[in-house]
């Protein structure tokens, strides 16, 4: 049998990938090497956030320019979770879009404020600037520290574990699906006009799937898995630190962000606060490697560090108890951007990794199954293109 | 076989004996307390759930002659002679 597609990776992007393929009539094979969202999909911490972040304004307006040209995908990726769970009818997949605020505290925090306001007006992306006392009206949960902030009235948090595989039993319904978990890649090339995907199962043996395209959607293995097909792809494993407080009545109904600061909270429907916002865990390093099938290993500042400013900006969390911290890997990009498409390379190869892939997945998966069945895409995303890197490529392959 | 080892501790000032070698959500269950603390709700109980240590709601405040006060999973915490093990109080937020 000829698969139209072989996804290689069972995270968020990997399983829209294969729901809108599938949708569209295409016999498609995902192969996992864990179980479904093992990767960073079932670790981060499912914010919804299309104001630009904190880390792409830190360096410098060149930088936060080409950043800011990601926001035709935000606001594609806006509609995309606003309909999802009606679309795919499963129930209650835990998405909620209920407004996220970007604080500032300082007269600094306030002029990146308003900068990210300039670039987000021109790409139509919904945000306004809140003063000190409307946001005291709308958040009274904030410290007195927090002088403003901007609005997104659509950002909110999602829940991997639910929607992922919610994607995945739409695919298997459409009985055109082939899944494979615990079960790694060890060699993809070209054979005639197709691809061949040679896997073994963990526990099993050998199988070979033949496909007229090929997807890397191996999020943080996405090098790696790259490296397979002889190909270099500048995708680079970071290790962070989540942490989340035991229930409480709820009374943060924001997801909050700081635009100068490390930090991301949000409290979920059963009453936990999640903090996060890009506090580093140590990755395992054999050698001179870095070890990715290892779970990163605790910094104790970067936990001390994340409560801290949590504190500092809700102070009421001093009533809670830390319940649990953990550490999880994430594939990023040299310039902070998505790489979605094919590689110019090597034809029929397409590859989805990088920027916020969680907030993004959706539009990647729903990107790349637009590539693949009809050569072209609603949005333009030829920016995202693997041919930026195309000097890289030009002496690999076989 | 040898009887096991009978140990004494308190459970929001209550004593309770357990075994050498049990947890203290396995003493507390023998004793008919399932309900270790008061739910986000304000009103219900809860106790163990997945007892093995992933869920966290079977957390108690465990103090001894010789430990601080802290929190820890019954379920997979021993008992120990003296123990002084609380409820964990339900979560105060102030100013909000």
Not at chain 1, 24 to 30: E, N, S, T
Request: hydrophobic share 45%; glycine share 10%.
């Amino acid at each position: 049998m000829n698969y139209a597609a072989v996804i290689i990776g069972g995270g968020l992007v990997g399983a829209a990938t294969a729901y809108y393929l599938t949708r569209a009539g295409c016999d498609v094979a995902l192969i996992e090497q864990g179980q479904i969202n093992n990767g960073a999909s079932g670790q981060n911490a499912g914010s919804l956030h299309f104001q630009m972040e904190h880390r792409l304004i830190e360096h410098g307006d060149a930088l936060a320019e080409l950043a800011a040209t990601i926001m035709p995908l935000s606001l594609d990726a806006i509609e995309r979770w606003g309909a999802i769970e009606t679309e795919l009818d499963q129930g209650d997949l835990d998405i909620v879009m209920h407004g996220g605020l970007m604080l500032a505290e300082t007269a600094e925090h306030q002029q990146k404020l308003e900068r990210k306001r300039r670039l987000e007006e021109r790409w139509k992306l919904p945000t306004r600037l809140v003063d000190e006392s409307e946001l005291r009206a709308m958040a009274p949960y904030l410290s007195g520290a927090v002088t403003a902030a901007s609005f997104c009235p659509v950002e909110g948090h999602g829940n991997a574990r639910l929607v992922t595989t919610a994607l995945i039993r739409a695919a298997l319904a459409t009985g055109k699906f082939t899944l494979r978990t615990q079960c790694v890649v060890r060699e993809t090339r070209r054979q005639g006009q197709s691809w061949l995907v040679r896997c073994r199962e963990v526990e099993g043996g050998e199988e070979e799937f033949s496909a007229d395209t090929v997807l890397n959607a191996a999020g943080a293995w996405a090098a790696d898995v790259a490296a397979l097909a002889d190909l270099h792809l500048p995708v680079f494993p970071v290790a962070l630190t989540m942490n989340a407080t035991e229930a409480a009545p709820r009374f943060i109904g924001h997801l909050i962000q700081h635009v100068g600061r490390r930090l991301s909270m949000k409290q979920l429907h059963e009453g936990n606060v999640l903090l996060g916002g890009g506090w580093s865990a140590r990755m395992v390093r054999k050698g001179m490697y870095f070890e990715r099938n290892a779970r990163p290993e605790f910094k104790l500042e970067s936990i001390r560090g994340n409560i801290s400013v949590a504190l500092d900006i809700v102070p009421a969390l001093q009533g809670l108890h830390l319940l649990r911290s953990w550490t999880g890997m994430v594939g990023i990009t040299s310039d902070s951007l998505p790489i979605v498409g094919e590689v110019p390379q090597a034809p029929g190869y397409f590859v989805a990794a990088g920027g916020s892939a969680f907030t993004l997945g959706l539009t990647y998966g729903a990107m790349v199954a637009q590539l693949m069945t009809r050569r072209e895409t609603d949005l333009d995303i030829s920016l995202f293109s693997p041919a930026r890197f195309g000097p890289l490529n030009m002496f690999m392959g076989r | 076989m040898m009887p096991a080892h009978k140990i004494a501790f308190r459970f929001d000032g209550q004593p309770v004996v357990a075994m050498e070698g049990e947890s203290i959500a396995a003493a507390l269950l023998r004793h008919g307390i399932v309900g270790f603390r008061i739910a986000v709700d304000g009103e219900s109980l809860r106790g163990p759930y997945c007892g093995m240590g992933i869920c966290f709601d079977c957390r108690v405040q465990v103090s001894g002659p010789n430990r601080p006060r802290l929190m820890v999973r019954s379920c997979i915490t021993p008992v120990a002679e003296g123990m002084d093990v609380r409820s964990v109080p339900y979560p105060e937020l102030n100013n909000v």
